[in-house]
């Protein structure tokens, strides 16, 4: 090969060897410049190119180190044998084809959504300018394991305020994420115990604690919650709960059931609760429910919490609170490992709580997914002869169950045709019941009013087809 002609661009970023290394190298992948041919000299090409000799011999120096091409003394630089990345490319190019991509909805129900244009970028900008001119140093040094004691300090005060929960900082510790939070207690509790799990339930904590090793049973719920007879039939010594507002159903855990709950977990040595407190701050009628957590008088209820729904899920801030003798154990057993989340991002939200504005955000939130919720409901009325709503008032989603024997899956897909996308309770399911009725969850957080109102209007149509 004499010479190589490559359309150079000195406008760009990109340095001119790397131009010239892309090209060669995109050549040999692609078998345009086959093995054991020859390339030009560094002078010859040099020339050609009307470049400088150096930017040649870089750019065949990188192809040499990365094995493309190969030097032989005093005849010059050859294509190198590289059958296997033929291979390669050809099943990279297969997977790609297999690729597809994921349909995008004109109406998504989604029940996980949350309202980012809500969010107070503002004052987060403001937060996080201030705390790095403030403390720029000390903000990089490795932290505590447990999370910056101020930051649990202002979770403790905040959750004892809005949330009746009765602990110390000493008791909080910070992960990145409800899933980092769960594999942390796992560590913490071993794995010999048996977890018992309403349902339906939040199937991803689910799946977090089976794949971590742990026994689990599902348990069936009626209208106050979690059946505690049934409970006690399983042999389970821990009960994973969502008592102020169960997911996905909105169950409201009512007082007796509460204490019935906590009797179970007093009977025994070693029998906890875990608390999960998942959307707890969205009500939209009467006050709000007191954390299960405030009641116990006997250390046995491990709270949870996250900021994913309430601020933002990028923010990736969770945390529980564990009883005085679990708390001995993590520092026997987990003491050791690092904090998964910044100082950076600890001390912003510290401030944003300590500050009021965590609470305004709130305020805020509430009203709007309030005004979405009841723009929900009313335009959900025409559909009442054929199901009935549930788990309104509360949360960011309700749930509509079908009276006239329509199967859930018709409905998603009757629905899917439209363009819009909703979700059936039965993914919740860990016993799948197929004699259940058709239940649908309906989810309004990141949807505008005005959205809400036609796509109800079309899932009222095509649902009676």
Known sequence: MNELTINLDSRSKKPLYEQIYDYIKSDIQNGRIPYGEKLPSTRALAKHLEVSRSTVELAYEQLLSEGYIESAPYRGFF?????????????????????????????????????????????????????????????????????????????????????????????????????????????????????????????????????????????????????????????????????????????????????????????????????????????????????????????????????????????????????????????KKGSFVNSTVSKVDQKIVQHFIEEGYYERHLNKTRALYKNRHDVLIEALKPLGDICEISGEHAGVHILLTFKNGQKERNLIEKAKKADIRVYGLSDYRIRKDEKEKATILLGYANMREEDIKEAVAILNQCWRK
């Open 79 to 331: 294509v190198a044998q590289i059958d296997e990345l033929y291979q390669l490319k050809k099943e990279e190019k297969k997977s790609e084809r297999k690729i597809e991509k994921k349909k995008v909805y004109q109406y998504d129900f989604t029940p996980n959504g949350v309202d980012l244009n809500s969010f107070p970028y503002n004052v987060w900008r403001k937060l996080s300018k201030d705390i790095l001119m403030d403390d720029r140093t000390e903000l990089f040094r490795t932290g505590d394991p447990q999370g910056e004691y101020g930051f649990r300090s202002a979770i403790s005060n905040y959750l004892y305020q809005a949330r009746g929960v009765d602990c110390t900082p000493d008791q909080v510790l910070i992960g990145a994420g409800s899933d980092y939070i769960l594999m942390l207690l796992g560590m913490i509790l071993g794995t010999e115990h048996m977890i018992a799990f309403e349902d339906p339930t939040y199937k991803q904590a689910y799946r977090v604690i089976h794949t971590l090793g742990y026994e689990t049973v599902p348990v069936a719920m009626d209208r106050h919650g979690m059946k505690i007879q049934d409970l006690e039939s399983t042999g389970a010594d821990i009960a994973y709960v969502t008592p102020s507002h169960q997911y996905p159903t909105g169950i409201v855990m009512p007082i007796g059931r509460r204490m019935e709950l906590l009797k179970w977990a007093y009977e025994k040595d070693g029998r906890y609760i875990i608390e999960d407190d998942y959307d707890s701050e969205f009500r939209y009628k009467g006050k709000p429910i007191p954390a299960l957590q405030g009641y116990d008088a006997e250390d046995k209820v491990i709270y949870l919490g996250t900021f994913s729904k309430s601020i933002a899920p990028a923010i990736r801030l969770s945390y529980m609170v564990l009883p005085k003798d679990i708390l001995k154990a993590y520092r």
